[in-house]
């Protein structure tokens, strides 16, 4: 079946630092790729997401490819600032009306002053 | 628009008790979810539907149970809590090929 695999956190960066968090997946077809955040006490909200190869999203400063030929798609952001401080999931989903998606176990950033 | 809302925010049951969980939303969304979220897990898909009247089993469906008799309300149930389900409960919802969107989780502990 399809499932996400996603850096163990937590991750501790220093403002302004530069930001990766890796994401692997296996799945059948072609699915479309997100990152989802999480703010503490808060719902999952909408990160970025990207429904083909080699597509890019973008969002808020923060960037992630398609790429089909490693089956990734890592989460980057060249300048982390306090309020980024959040749990970041990766996820996998299919196209179509019923979109069943698969969630990675989520990785916690920790950004400080 | 409130968007997706959970009620209650937090609950502690008893082990053997009952209780509904609220998920409601008022974008007109015909798709909706229920998911449990516990650490190191991601979130797992309880049960979901596809429109008024309609639900389906998840990937984790058993101990709950589901009601969407109005389209803007979906329904979680425990007829009898046990300590497994001591979690944080996240509805969804979303229209045609949009993306899901996420109520704020509601935190239930089962002593």
């Known amino acids: 079946g399809d499932s996400v695999t996603q850096m163990e956190g937590p991750v501790t960066l220093s403002e302004e630092a530069f930001l990766t968090i890796n994401c692997t997946y296996t799945?059948?077809?072609?699915?479309?790729l997100f990152w989802y955040v999480q703010y503490p006490g808060e719902g999952l909200q909408l990160l970025l997401k990207a429904t083909k190869a080699d597509d890019k999203g973008s969002n808020k400063g923060f960037e992630a490819t398609y790429r089909k030929e490693t089956t990734s798609f890592h989460l980057e952001k060249g300048s982390v600032q306090v309020s980024d401080s959040a749990v970041y999931f990766c996820?996998?989903?299919?196209?179509?009306?019923?979109?069943?998606?698969?969630f990675g176990t989520g990785t916690k950033l920790q950004v400080i002053p | 628009n409130a968007g997706v809302t959970q009620t209650p925010k937090f609950r502690v049951l008893k082990t053997g008790q009952s209780m509904t969980l609220l998920c409601a939303q008022d974008m007109n969304h015909e798709y909706m979810y229920w998911y449990r979220q516990d650490p190191g897990m991601g979130l797992r898909l309880i049960h979901y539907?596809?429109?008024?009247?309609?639900?389906a089993k998840g990937e984790v469906p058993d101990g709950y149970n589901v009601s969407r008799l109005k389209k803007q309300n979906f329904l979680l149930g425990l007829e009898s809590a046990a300590p497994s389900q001591t979690s944080v409960y996240f509805c969804a919802s979303k229209r045609g090929e949009e993306t899901q969107y996420f109520g704020p989780g509601t935190r239930l502990l089962v002593l």
């Open positions: 799945a059948t077809g072609y699915p479309s």
């Open positions: 996820a996998l989903g299919n196209s179509g009306g019923y979109q069943k998606v698969t």
């Open positions: 539907s596809v429109g008024e009247g309609t639900t």
